[in-house]
């Protein structure tokens, strides 16, 4: 039986969102007035889009839809051929189904809840893109597009953790969380490409069929990549602390980001692949061991939580920890049923997070044991979060960003200089200072007369061109008004030591050390 | 250890502490939200002062924009008439001032000050001007134009046209006639500036800065981004009140600052921030946290007489967090916990040893200099090139190519002053060339500018203005100089209110003598005492409307009766009464005796609702291994429940409702409030359980006094307290009864009406000549002011021949209800527009059940008047639910001893509330807490932004949308005599109305004549304009179609036999 309509679900929110983003765009809706007519789109269209999956879920139940629904060919070269396909198993439309209810939800919520709101339009274009990537992402058949799916819904995550654009500290924490979450994309692409080259395929289904006639290292590697891309978006250690800073946005967009919906994509992804990771015992223990820290650490962090909304996320990770550890044991049905009841269960908490006063009467939580409650060194791993963040800012990013810096230094001082800053006209001047002194007469650059000095190779080098170039205006472009080039080689010289300087210090020389590792690795092969 | 007296360092530290209540926000645990004046640690000044001191403190301007002002008086909310009184009024107080002008035809001091309030006049910068010149119309009319040029031409400027990037290589000429309009330009002329500003910017510190702030200015970095995130979690995890497992080990034996200090050991944030001093500091840190201040601040070198500004601005750079733990420290008793009380110092002292160990290593890495602030001085006394530089990029004046040289001179950071030394000459330079936005002299797009819209405005034309000489269009500049803006605030506010206070007023005097049981010549049909809150006005008319013979009164909502109060589920007693008083008794709900079974059903539901809200919230969280299965069982029905509370919210909660009553029905209860010992005397300190007859007699007796309801009874009597229920809300105390601190005020009326039943009580309340007949019945109700609901308490015991009146009377109330719903909906924009009135009930049924209202009521939204004395004054017009009704009988006393005893009630909870709004209003974002969009609540105390901002206090937008910042006008019926020496006699009462904080007028009760009350002169006559008011049928025909604030408007009376005319 034919049932293309199912490519309706993914549509209608990515129709509703170019309706909505192009009119507001066009200026054509925007303020209080048209908040209605956004509503009313984005809410019909998620509700069709609901009640189609509902309808294939229950058509699955029947056995009445084929596996595979094949819309066409998205990119074909030689051996290598992408199609664009749905697919039509149980689970994936079940959690399509399950996904698009609590965004009907939460549509539902915020209509409600944002009104008013200077965001209102942006807000639900972005919910309504956010809908059409994950609805993408469940059903789609493909790696490739299931990428798409992932992608633009981390960036409808970034855009909404940055609602509120004019409060710095919403900003920086969206930046991180989107940074963070672009480590899992290289393991992702990674795997694509490998799935490529090796299988001549992206599809799940072609992946996890021949994962059995991979190599035991390929479908390790294979596996892995796709695990790392899985702990990433579902904030499994070391990537957990990205969670955190995600709870800046509205309350409704962090229920359906963080609470129901995207958090649950890295667990779909494995369950999705169950097959490849059962022929990758290593990528099972990795999902284990990650998982079971994830639960230790979101639990033990949990503890400490005052905010509610951390104290969600916290417990959110530990459940997802929990799942990952499911996942590496094997029990494939257990997580993805777990998968769902959390979606469900922590969606409705995040969105009555503001009740938690009164639905408990102020009563307290069930403190830790007495034994605990007074070991320092465990509460402050706690109150401080394990200083995952921290260590891996101190390992990796500020590392990084030294180099990023020393990058743009060299770039300014030796490149820029080097590739042509104009020569200053003659007779202009840039201060009034400068003319001034130019007036009285006096002269500054007494020191001058010593010529430009480098020392080192390089500082050699600066100095003997700056010379020749001295020599060379001097003698048939200024005569005899110099000044200009002897400063720029006194301060070209004094660049050349300092990138000397850059070269010898430690950073480079692992960099060194390990381009030329990589390049003998790359003859090697 | 020293004592403090032996340490007079320490010394002036807690004397410091003790000034920051003042000007901490002193806002209460969000569950105990009551409204209070924002600024109340400025209340013993005059307003205006208050206000002006407070921006000067904080940089918070506390007045509307005068954008905003301008948009009302286009809309007609402020008129002409009302600008001119209120600038008359101004320019009186100013006092008189010097001929301003030379010729006679010029414009007078009051037209050029009436043009700076309605004109923008603001002066533009040069690229704003360049602007208006090419692409706006304004100056397209060849009027405008020839106008513009003869401004230009009398002050003999010349345009600027210039890019910013051909700065970069100037010409000779250019140089020469900048550096001629330059007064200082030779480099050790400058220098000796530059030395200024250095000096300038460090006595800054301790005053207007911190050590922080100096960084900031200095290198654009933000210490306190490090700092806080660390600061928070630690006084989030003492403050809390129940969200975390796990609080600071110790805190309750040791003290934040010394539990703190034992966990430093743990602490592994330094290492990862590199502050590489830290183990040394934290090694020389002293026992106590007020020595740590102490020695902080020495180490940070600043003098000991600016100790107090600096600990003052350090603590107002997270005012939230600090107000929170100052409100602690200055309420001990409020929780068991807070067993050491030194909560700022500690916090303040933490505070204080993080910023150390940050500026330490952030002054040792750029400038090889400790953060001391003497010898920071000195350095940049050296260097003054790079601070000079410094400055200017980081004060975010300078065009981007300066900009960029700016930031990438101070990333590099060389020791050399030669760079430096160059980019100062370079801005220099930019300083004096007529693109920057110069300080002296006169230029086209200030003066010149500022000029042509004043003279445009005024409609001067060229030819006229080409006869005067510039000095004296310059003397005009400098007049309207001297209206600073805050002073045009000011003045517009005054109009603002004068035009409310006109319409209220004429009102009043329209509706003299209209009104009903101005004297209960026969008794009412029924009588219903409703609390004074601006929300019950509405639903009071309209049962008015339906029912003539129906008499409604207001009061305070504790209803004379403040109790500590335990009802059947609490878990302990609250008080119930206005804040500034501490109950001496305390009155429990009990089941009735025959009811013991269902008691015991009823408890266990209680018991297994409660488990189940624990269970969801605190246990699916709290659990990881123990959860798990619980979410898979818990998922079916949360789903169900998600999608039904989405669709129907009603309905999902009645579903709720019914499956706790299968577990166990509302139990029938009663009140205990009779003392069993009424020996034992009833004191705040210790609370006696119930009252002794004579106490209830007292009671009784003085609120019927008060309200003037002494005769005249009905046969039913009503009192309906109020409160609020909502969903999804952590700001729901915020829309209780204000009277009850926050809480619902349907205790008190059942308490009252339960008394006031009493043979013996009737019997007592003879002595105070009150005769209630046998055949009147009190009956306390609760309204809700959400979703309109009413609870009837112990309707049971009424006897079987009153209840054909209650059965009518409920009934009513149910037209009223539905009438209040209809009256409501106008102002939100998601209710359904012309709605009837049983789907207008329908919808706020709905909306209160709602998760996701943001809105589930407008709460005093719309509060602007109180005004004291009979309803005969106010009924019979439409006051729009803008007014606090307050019931009192002049005619019943003479002295003027119980008005004296309603104003100290009534001011302060009136005023409270209404400044509360005011300011939330004005400045929602900096005196009010902000959009509740990304809220999120923190210890069960407060709500942050997101996941580690400042606490939030103040009003979410979602309150005062619709609300009109103004003062609030009291009216009283009174005669002036009677008011005057209650003035005099009360210290607080001055304190508002002379200081200004609310507005006084009164109307004598025999001849109906309004007196305005001004603080220089007293009560002055007020004249009625003679313009009659629009006459309505009924209360929706005032506001139908109408969307905004509606004005007075007078409502049909019904021929009514039992009234005089
Ligand atoms: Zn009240």
């Known amino acids: 039986m034919d049932a293309c309509w199912i490519l309706w679900v993914p549509c209608l929110p990515t129709l509703a969102a170019a309706l909505i983003g192009g009119l507001h765009f066009l200026r054509l809706i925007s303020g209080e007035t048209d908040e209605r007519l956004t509503a009313r789109i984005s809410v019909t269209a998620i509700s069709f889009s609901a009640l189609l999956a509902l309808t294939a879920l229950a058509s699955t139940d029947s056995g009445s839809i084929a596996d595979n629904l094949i819309y066409g060919t998205w990119l074909s070269s030689g051996h290598l051929n992408i199609g664009f396909s749905l697919r039509n198993s149980g689970f994936n439309v079940g959690l399509a189904a399950l996904f698009s209810l609590l965004l009907l939800v939460v549509m539902r919520f915020s209509v409600n809840y944002l009104h008013r709101e200077a965001g209102f339009h942006r807000f639900f274009f972005i919910l309504n893109l956010f809908a059409a990537a994950m609805l993408l992402l469940v059903l789609s058949g493909n790696a490739v597009f299931t990428f798409i799916g992932w992608e633009v819904a981390g960036v409808c995550s970034y855009w909404l953790i940055a609602y509120a654009y004019d409060r710095p500290i919403a900003v920086h924490n969206a930046t991180r969380a989107f940074v963070t979450n672009r480590v899992g994309d290289g393991g992702f692409l990674l795997g694509i490409a490998l799935s490529l080259i090796w299988l001549e395929s992206a599809d799940w289904q072609v992946i996890n069929q021949h994962a059995a006639d991979l190599a035991r290292g390929d479908a390790n590697l294979l596996a892995w990549c796709f695990a790392l891309a899985a702990c990433a978006k579902s904030a499994q250690i070391p990537f957990t602390p990205w969670l955190a800073r995600a709870m800046e946005g509205p309350t409704p967009s962090s229920a359906v980001f963080y609470g129901g919906v995207m958090i649950h994509a890295g667990v779909f992804l494995l369950i999705q692949l169950q097959a490849l990771f059962n022929q990758a015992p290593l990528a099972m223990l990795l999902l284990a061991i990650v998982g079971g820290l994830t639960a230790v650490y979101g639990y033990w962090v949990g503890l400490s939580q005052t905010d509610i909304k951390s104290a969600q996320v916290y417990a959110t990770s530990a459940q997802l920890g929990l799942m990952f550890l499911e996942c590496g044991l094997g029990f494939w049905q257990l997580a993805g049923w777990h998968l769902c009841a959390h979606a469900v269960v922590r969606c409705y908490l995040l969105l009555t997070a503001p009740s938690i006063l009164h639905a408990t009467q102020c009563q307290a939580v069930r403190p830790v044991s007495p034994r605990w409650a007074d070991c320092r060194w465990a509460f402050m791993v706690s109150l401080q979060r394990g200083w995952l963040e921290q260590a891996l800012d101190w390992m990796l990013v500020k590392p990084i960003q030294q180099l990023a810096k020393d990058m743009r230094d060299i770039d300014e001082r030796i490149i820029d200089p080097a590739l042509g800053v104009p020569a200053p006209t003659i007779k202009a001047i840039s201060s009034l200072a400068e003319w001034e002194e130019r007036r009285m007469g006096a002269n500054l650059d007494s020191d001058e007369d010593s010529f430009a000095r480098g020392s080192g190779l390089a500082g050699k080098l600066a100095e003997w061109t700056a010379a020749l170039m001295n020599w060379f205006e001097y003698r048939f472009i200024l005569r005899g008004i110099g000044r200009d080039s002897i400063s720029w080689g006194r301060r070209l010289g004094r660049r050349a030591n300092r990138f000397e300087h850059l070269l010898l210090s430690p950073r480079y020389l692992v960099l060194f050390v390990l381009i030329t590792l990589m390049v003998a690795l790359g003859y090697a092969s | ?1061």
């Open chain 2, 1 to 1061: 250890m020293n004592t403090p007296a032996q340490n007079p360092k320490r010394q002036i530290v807690l004397d410091a502490i003790r000034h920051l209540d003042h000007v901490l926000p002193g806002q209460a645990p969000i569950h105990d939200f009551v409204h209070h004046n924002t600024l109340h640690g400025f209340q013993h000044l005059p307003f205006e002062q208050a206000l002006a001191e407070f921006t000067a403190l904080t940089g918070i301007d506390c007045y509307l924009p005068e954008a905003q002002f301008r948009q009302f008086h286009a809309q007609g909310r402020i008129s002409d008439a009302d600008i001119d009184a209120a600038l008359n009024d101004y320019l009186a107080d100013a006092g008189p001032v010097a001929a301003s002008n030379g010729s006679d035809n010029a414009p007078t001091r009051r037209q050029f000050y009436r043009q700076a309030l309605l004109s923008d006049l603001s002066p533009l910068n040069p690229a704003q001007l360049t602007w208006q010149l090419q692409e706006s119309d304004l100056l397209q009319q060849p009027d405008a134009r020839a106008l513009w040029e003869t401004v230009l031409d009398r002050l003999e400027l010349t345009l600027p046209e210039l890019h910013p990037e051909q700065l970069l290589d100037l010409s000779r000429e250019q140089a020469e006639t900048w550096l001629s309009n330059a007064g200082v330009s030779l480099p050790s002329a400058r220098k000796d500036l530059e030395l200024q500003a250095v000096r300038g910017l460090f006595d800054q510190v301790g005053d207007s800065l911190t050590l922080r702030g100096l960084l900031l200015a200095l290198t654009g970095t933000d210490i306190l981004e490090n700092v806080r995130p660390r600061l928070i979690k630690l006084c989030a995890s003492v403050l809390d009140e129940g969200q975390a497992a796990w609080r600071l080990p110790q805190r309750q034996t040791l003290g934040l600052y010394k539990a703190w200090r034992q966990t430093l050991p743990h602490d592994a944030e330094a290492l990862f921030q590199d502050l590489t001093d830290w183990p040394q500091l934290v090694d020389a840190l002293p026992e106590a946290a007020g020595d740590a201040i102490v020695q902080q601040l020495e180490m940070a070198g600043i003098p000991c007489e600016r100790w107090a500004g600096y600990l003052e601005r350090l603590a107002l750079e997270l005012p939230g967090w600090s107000g929170l733990l100052n409100w602690r420290q200055t309420h001990p008793d409020y929780s068991a916990e807070g067993q050491s009380q030194t909560l700022l110092a500690d916090y303040l002292a933490i505070r204080l040893i993080l910023d150390q160990a940050c500026l330490q290593a952030f002054a040792k890495a750029t400038w090889r200099c400790p953060m001391h602030i003497g010898k920071l001085q000195a350095y940049f006394e050296k260097n003054n090139a790079e601070v000079a530089v410094r400055h200017a990029v980081f004060g975010g004046q300078l065009p981007e190519y300066l900009q960029q040289a700016g930031q990438s001179l101070v990333a590099d950071n060389p020791r050399d002053n030669r760079p430096w030394q160059v980019l100062t000459e370079r801005i220099h330079t930019w300083q004096h060339s007529p693109l920057a936005g110069q300080t002296g002299g006169i230029h086209a797009n200030t003066q010149g500018w500022q000029l042509f819209r004043l003279c445009r405005d005024l409609g001067l034309r060229a030819a006229e203005l080409s006869q005067l000489p510039k000095a004296q269009l310059l003397n005009w500049l400098t007049l309207i100089e001297a209206f600073t803006p805050s002073h045009r605030q000011r003045v517009w506010l005054d109009a603002y209110e004068r035009h409310y206070q006109q319409d209220l007023l004429q009102a009043l005097h329209a509706n003299h003598n209209r009104g009903r049981w101005a004297q209960r010549r026969q008794a009412p049909q029924a009588q219903i005492v409703f609390c004074m809150d601006d929300r019950e006005e509405g639903i009071r008319r309209h049962l008015e409307e339906l029912n003539p013979a129906v008499e409604t009164l207001g009061a305070a909502g504790f209803f004379g009766v403040p109790m500590h109060y335990q009802g059947l589920d609490d878990a302990h007693a609250t008080p119930l009464c206005p804040v500034v008083v501490t109950p001496s008794h305390t009155v429990r709900e009990q089941s009735r005796p025959e009811r013991a079974l269902l008691l015991k059903r009823h408890k266990r539901r209680n018991s297994i609702k409660l488990a189940l809200g624990r269970l969801i919230f605190h246990g699916l969280r709290r659990g990881v291994l123990s959860s798990a299965p619980l979410i898979g069982i818990a998922a079916p029905f949360t789903l169900a429940g998600l999608l039904l509370k989405s669709f129907t919210p009603k309905q999902q909660q009645r579903l709720l409702q019914q499956a706790g009553h299968t577990l166990g029905a509302q139990v029938e209860t009663h009140l205990q409030f009779q003392a069993e010992h009424p020996a034992v005397p009833a004191t705040p300190q210790n609370p006696r359980l119930g009252f002794t007859d004579s106490e209830q007699a007292e009671r009784i007796a003085a609120f019927l006094k008060n309200t003037g309801l002494t005769y005249g009874f009905a046969e039913i009597v009503v009192l309906m307290g109020h409160g609020s229920m909502s969903q999804n809300n952590p700001h729901l105390a915020a829309y209780d009864c204000g009277a009850c601190s926050g809480r619902h005020g349907g205790p008190n009326a059942r308490l009252f009406a339960a008394m006031a039943n009493r043979a013996e009580i009737r019997q007592l309340l003879l002595e105070h000549n009150i005769d209630i007949p046998e055949h009147t019945w009190f009956i306390g109700a609760e309204h809700n002011t959400c979703d309109e609901d009413i609870t009837w308490y112990d309707s049971a015991d009424i006897p079987a021949a009153r209840l054909p009146a209650f059965q009518r009377f409920v009934a009513e109330m149910e037209h009223a209800q539905r009438m209040s719903a209809h009256e409501r909906c106008r102002r939100l924009a998601s209710a359904p527009r012309k709605p009837t009135p049983a789907q207008a009930l329908r919808h706020f049924l709905n909306r209160a059940a709602d998760f996701s209202q943001a809105r589930p009521e407008l709460g005093h939204a719309t509060n602007a008047a109180a005004l004291v004395g009979r309803r005969s004054l106010t009924q019979g017009a439409f006051f729009d639910r803008r007014l606090f009704l307050i019931s009192y009988d002049p005619t019943q006393d003479p002295e003027g001893t119980i008005l004296e005893g309603i104003l100290l009630a009534v001011g302060p909870v009136g005023a409270g509330i209404n400044l509360e709004y005011y300011f939330s209003t004005v400045n929602n974002e900096r005196l009010g807490c902000g959009s509740k969009v990304p809220h999120n609540l923190t210890g069960f105390c407060a709500v942050m932004e997101g996941a580690g901002s400042d606490l939030r206090t103040g009003l979410p937008k979602q309150m005062i949308e619709i609300h009109e910042a103004m003062r609030l006008q009291i009216v009283v019926e009174a005669k002036t005599t009677v008011l005057e020496k209650i003035y005099n006699r009360q210290e607080s009462l001055r304190e508002l109305i002379g200081g200004g904080w609310v507005h006084l007028s009164s109307k004598d009760p025999d001849s109906g004549e309004i007196f305005v009350f001004r603080r220089a002169s007293g009560f002055m006559p007020w004249q009625a304009a003679d313009k009659p008011l629009p006459l309505r049928d009924n209360s929706p025909d005032c506001y139908r179609e109408e969307t905004l604030p509606v004005a007075p408007m007078l409502i049909k009376q019904p021929s009514f036999s039992g009234e005089p005319g």
